[in-house]
């Protein structure tokens, strides 16, 4: 389907793998949060198999704040992927599976001492520093631990991509990171501390980027300043060029075409490096939404149908914003389709309306849809990122199931939660 | 303190009954979600005491989707509120604690069959229909269970409230209940369905509303509403007016002084309902937010600072855009205090960012504070309302304990989450 390669309409009906919607449905209950399996190993590959150099060593690693749950990890974990955590809880899903902690790289603003101390004793690969004082706190828990642990710091190359604001990510007054001005002091402080041993830079410029050029001059900034950090006596082979590739959402986005893309980037930044004399040991790149969203859809039961006399017609389904939370943060835009009517004509503009007692709890404003009956199952396409990551537990709704398909084959990988779990930490003494 | 009259400053402190918030938090860890039950109790005697009629029967429901969680469920019912429940999950959590199931009301769009099986099986007092394809489903289930469910319908009076789109309700595309243009047809069809007795109408027309002004014109609409349909034979006796009543969440907001108000509203209704030859049985407000936003704060540890080469200052606190959604949904304004310095003049300006991974996780733009130092409490005021209850579990970090003060005690009355509970619905297998 268009967007959605991993998507098929097969004589009117939405498959996923060899397994209807319908189906799947059927057999779980909705809504439910569906992967198509080998849709997530093919673009797992397309990754580490584009971004390759012969000069350095080009590391994959899955964001996994787009979507973190067991199977999820490891099936990250058997692709060969890197990870990169953003908590404690991240950390620990990664770890229930054996991700090996070699490969984990922690991320993040303000991490706790809590987390860092869990970092270190899990032996993870990096951790990528956000600030100075952090970098303290780091060294002295790495030092106690009688360990070094191998560090990137964050900064800004004041790249803009163009993106929501809530998700733009290296302006000049981000939360995130140092700006170039004034981390060349802040890596002279890090290259001094005990328990710390500086490995690089990383930047992020923004999610959902459509252009690649932002990319590449972002990555050329950051060449840059790892020459005039040389030219300090700053020691830095590793550059972490972060994530944010676009994906389609609905009609009029155009992602980046990934693989030549990436083979473009890989031999740009060994030219680029060679041109400036720097000796790059590792590149890493950072996909989360781009490695998981295309892969996942969202199943739904239409219910009451209400036609308004302003015209505004209303389908209302059994999830909403509490599943996806993107539409109300950042008034995302998605795809609709009926399940088992692909072939049908449109008859309307529908407004598809969750359950969640808020007006604004609309996950599409106006979907061109043949006239919804109650029962059928409407799917919201390419929902595999942020959206069970982000799940709110509003008007006590239950956190829908996860299933993977893989062929004829169907699996549970995160069960629904049930009224008790919904009460679990309540205490009713 | 200013707009926060449960709150203390003692000798610069801040104090929640006797109980200062450094204890708290050196008691139970941050972030921590605390109420002060008295304020809670007040609060709802506040409502009961003051919205009273001779000649009607005035029922205050506690619309428990401000925050639903079992403690608090159960002081709602000591004293004496009724309650709405917009889900199996929050009708779950009061019958948990044994709440009257004949005070609970069923509220919401797109009621599922499972939920109002569950409704009618508890035996709950009313359920308020959203629209006629929903009265027929309720009809169904309750006739097949033999039973008699009371009914309301509601309608939008098609007032604004000067409120954020989100949470404006009562406009004319608004996803909730019938326009008065066709409300009138619903509720001939409604008053003729097997299983169903039709007893009144409700009506929302929005949130965090500070004229009072709206919401007595709504009162009239729907009284004249009432009166067209006793000409047409309908029979209804209940008025529900919902809520939506403002509260102080910074600097500028003016709440309505709510004992007044609901005794000149109580009398107001006597006379208008009298005026028109309307026998009001039941009129019922709905506070939620007003209920319980203001008897509660949230309790962070400030970790690092960082200030940025352009002038901005970020302290950083340990929860953030999960803890509290409101700010990254509604732009919502707070006030944040450092615990133990509220007599210390400001510094600066300082952003509040959190620890979530996302540039919009800033809780609060502009705050000026004393410098903030790393290990400072740092207090968000009047959180009791929309944060716990929409708690998002993104980046996978643990839902805040919910503690209860009163006086010198104190106690845990939702306990935070383990990282075992956070991975609790993941299939390791």
């Not at 198509?36 to 000069?55: G, M, W, Y």
């Not at 000796?279 to 969202?298: C, I, K």
């Not at 009956?373 to 396409?381: E, F, N, R, Y």
């Not at 390419?382 to 006590?396: C, E, I, L, P, V």
């Given at each position: 389907?268009?967007?959605?390669?991993?998507?098929?309409?097969?004589?009117?009906r939405?498959?996923v793998?060899?397994?209807t919607?319908?189906?799947?449905?059927?057999?779980?209950?909705?809504p439910?949060y569906?992967y198509?399996?080998?849709?997530?190993r093919?673009?797992?590959?397309?990754?580490?198999?584009?971004?390759?150099?012969?000069?350095?060593?080009?590391?994959?690693l899955?964001?996994?704040?787009?979507?973190?749950f067991?199977?999820?990890?490891?099936?990250?974990?058997e692709?060969?992927?890197?990870?990169?955590?953003?908590?404690?809880?991240?950390?620990?899903?990664?770890?229930?599976?054996?991700?090996?902690?070699?490969?984990?790289i922690f991320?993040?603003?303000?991490?706790?001492?809590?987390?860092?101390?869990?970092?270190?004793?899990?032996?993870?690969g990096?951790v990528?520093?956000d600030?100075?004082?952090?970098?303290?706190?780091?060294?002295?828990?790495?030092d106690?631990?009688?360990?070094?642990v191998?560090?990137?710091?964050?900064?800004?190359?004041g790249?803009?991509?163009?993106t929501?604001d809530?998700?733009k990510?290296a302006?000049?007054d981000?939360?995130?990171g140092?700006?170039?001005?004034?981390?060349?002091?802040?890596?002279?402080?890090?290259?001094?501390?005990?328990?710390?041993?500086l490995?690089?830079?990383?930047c992020?410029i923004?999610?959902q980027?459509?252009?690649d050029?932002?990319?590449?001059?972002a990555?050329?900034?950051?060449l840059?300043?790892?020459?005039?950090?040389?030219?300090?006596?700053?020691s830095?082979d590793i550059?972490?060029?972060?994530?944010?590739?676009?994906?389609?959402?609905?009609?009029?986005?155009?992602?980046i075409?990934?693989?030549p893309f990436?083979?473009?980037?890989?031999?740009?930044?060994?030219?680029?490096?060679r041109?400036?004399?720097?000796?790059?040991?590792?590149?890493?790149l950072?996909?989360?939404?781009?490695?998981?969203?295309?892969?996942?859809?969202t199943?739904?039961?239409?219910?009451?149908?209400?036609?308004?006399?302003?015209?505004?017609?209303?389908?209302?389904i059994?999830?909403?914003?509490?599943?996806?939370?993107?539409?109300?943060?950042y008034?995302a835009?998605?795809?609709?389709?009926?399940?088992?009517?692909?072939?049908?004509?449109?008859?309307?503009t529908?407004?598809?309306?969750?359950?969640?007692c808020?007006?604004?709890?609309?996950?599409?404003?106006?979907?061109?849809?043949?006239?919804?009956?109650?029962?059928?199952?409407?799917a919201?396409?390419?929902?595999?990122?942020?959206?069970?990551?982000?799940?709110?537990?509003?008007?006590?709704?239950p956190?829908?199931?996860?299933?993977?398909?893989?062929?004829?084959?169907?699996?549970?990988v995160?069960?629904r939660?049930s009224?008790?779990d919904?009460?679990?930490q309540?205490?009713?003494?």
């Amino acid at each position: 389907m268009k967007g959605f390669p991993d998507f098929q309409n097969k004589e009117g009906r939405l498959v996923v793998g060899e397994c209807t919607a319908k189906d799947l449905a059927a057999t779980y209950g909705t809504p439910l949060y569906v992967y198509d399996e080998e849709a997530l190993r093919r673009q797992a590959r397309t990754f580490v198999n584009h971004f390759k150099s012969d000069s350095y060593k080009a590391r994959i690693l899955y964001a996994s704040k787009a979507a973190s749950f067991a199977a999820l990890i490891r099936l990250a974990k058997e692709e060969g992927l890197n990870l990169d955590v953003v908590s404690e809880g991240e950390l620990y899903t990664a770890l229930a599976v054996n991700f090996p902690p070699d490969r984990i790289i922690f991320h993040g603003n303000n991490k706790l001492d809590r987390e860092l101390e869990a970092a270190v004793e899990a032996g993870i690969g990096f951790v990528v520093l956000d600030n100075l004082s952090e970098a303290r706190r780091l060294s002295t828990i790495a030092d106690k631990a009688g360990q070094t642990v191998e560090v990137l710091l964050r900064v800004n190359p004041g790249v803009e991509a163009h993106t929501h604001d809530y998700i733009k990510t290296a302006t000049s007054d981000s939360k995130f990171g140092l700006g170039l001005a004034t981390a060349g002091e802040a890596l002279q402080v890090i290259q001094g501390l005990p328990g710390l041993r500086l490995r690089g830079l990383h930047c992020h410029i923004g999610s959902q980027i459509f252009a690649d050029d932002a990319f590449i001059k972002a990555a050329h900034i950051m060449l840059d300043f790892m020459v005039a950090c040389q030219g300090q006596g700053l020691s830095m082979d590793i550059l972490d060029l972060g994530g944010g590739f676009g994906v389609f959402y609905e009609d009029g986005d155009q992602p980046i075409d990934l693989a030549p893309f990436l083979e473009g980037l890989a031999q740009d930044l060994e030219k680029e490096a060679r041109d400036r004399g720097i000796r790059l040991a590792e590149v890493w790149l950072e996909p989360g939404r781009s490695m998981v969203n295309n892969a996942g859809l969202t199943l739904y039961t239409v219910g009451d149908i209400k036609r308004l006399a302003d015209g505004t017609n209303y389908a209302f389904i059994d999830g909403g914003m509490g599943d996806n939370m993107r539409v109300a943060l950042y008034q995302a835009g998605y795809t609709a389709v009926l399940a088992d009517r692909l072939d049908d004509a449109a008859d309307n503009t529908w407004r598809i309306a969750g359950k969640y007692c808020e007006s604004g709890d609309v996950l599409i404003k106006g979907a061109p849809l043949p006239d919804p009956q109650p029962g059928d199952i409407l799917a919201i396409l390419g929902t595999g990122a942020y959206t069970f990551s982000m799940f709110s537990g509003y008007n006590r709704l239950p956190r829908p199931a996860v299933v993977f398909v893989k062929g004829k084959d169907h699996r549970e990988v995160v069960r629904r939660e049930s009224l008790d779990d919904i009460i679990a930490q309540d205490l009713l003494e």
